[in-house]
T-cell receptor, first 117, second 115 residues
Framework: DTGVSQDPRHKITKRGQNVTFRCDPI?????LYWYRQTLGQGPEFLTY????????KSRLLSDRFSAERPKGSFSTLEIQRTEQGDSAMYLC???????????????FGSGTQLSVL | AQKVTQAQTEISVVEKEDVTLDCVYE???????LFWYKQPPSGELVFLIR??????QNEISGRYSWNFQKSTSSFNFTITASQVVDSAVYFC????????????FGPGTRLSVLP
């Protein structure tokens, strides 16, 4: 078990370009979360998947953001027409949750640091 | 609305000193969960502890201890005999139901332990 993997670790892009990040959760984890963390702040929830279904999106997730989790395994987060305000660390987390089990424990990846110039 | 405050932005201590990281939370829920996570320079958040609102017992795990006081809405974290490897950003978090989409993180406290 290699934990939650995120790729790339760092991404530098010019304003207006599209970027895509990938997250590979711990195998057999059915829940996958995306968070955004800006400098000096804690992570903020963006969206999550239960298997392949995207069940909730935060108001922080503008129309330029889209996330997928085909086949309920890895997930991608795409940002279209990037803006300087999108510069942040994008963290992925996964967990195994059975029904309303409240013992869910999140395992985080190391994040993708995005810099929009 | 839920809110987590970590008033200490940065703390520096010398190795072997004890250090306490403060966390104050606000919630209207009667049932909730509190967490501490450690974020080392590598970036991933490492789970340290989860407490539910019904369990006010203090907990000790090695050099780490936590003091949960509902009366003051605080959940403070103490590291005894700090080590250089403790240097990291520490986040306190609150959730009404322990589900990741409902986590509210504080702004974090950056701890530097100097040799």
């Amino acid at each position: 078990d290699t934990g939650v993997s995120q790729d790339p670790r760092h991404k530098i892009t010019k304003r207006g370009q599209n970027v895509t990040f990938r997250c590979d959760p711990i195998s057999e984890h059915n829940r996958l979360y995306w968070y955004r963390q800006t400098l000096g702040q804690g992570p903020e929830f963006l969206t999550y998947f239960q298997n392949e279904a995207q069940l909730e999106k935060s108001r922080l997730l503008s129309d330029r953001f889209s996330a997928e989790r085909p086949k309920g395994s890895f997930s991608t987060l795409e940002i279209q027409r990037t803006e300087q305000g999108d510069s942040a660390m994008y963290l992925c987390a996964s967990s195994f949750s059975f029904r309303r089990d409240r013992n869910e424990k999140l395992f985080f990846g190391s994040g993708t640091q995005l810099s929009v110039l | 609305a839920q809110k987590v405050t970590q008033a200490q932005t940065e703390i520096s201590v010398v190795e072997k000193e004890d250090v306490t990281l403060d966390c104050v939370y606000e919630t209207r829920d009667t049932t909730y969960y509190l967490f501490w996570y450690k974020q080392p320079p590598s970036g991933e958040l490492v789970f340290l502890i989860r407490r539910n609102s019904f369990d006010e017992q203090n907990e000790i795990s090695g050099r780490y201890s936590w003091n949960f006081q509902k009366s003051t809405s605080s959940f403070n974290f103490t590291i005894t005999a700090s080590q250089v490897v403790d240097s990291a950003v520490y986040f306190c978090a609150l959730s009404a139901d322990n589900y990741g989409q409902n986590f509210v993180f504080g702004p974090g406290t950056r701890l530097s332990v100097l040799p």
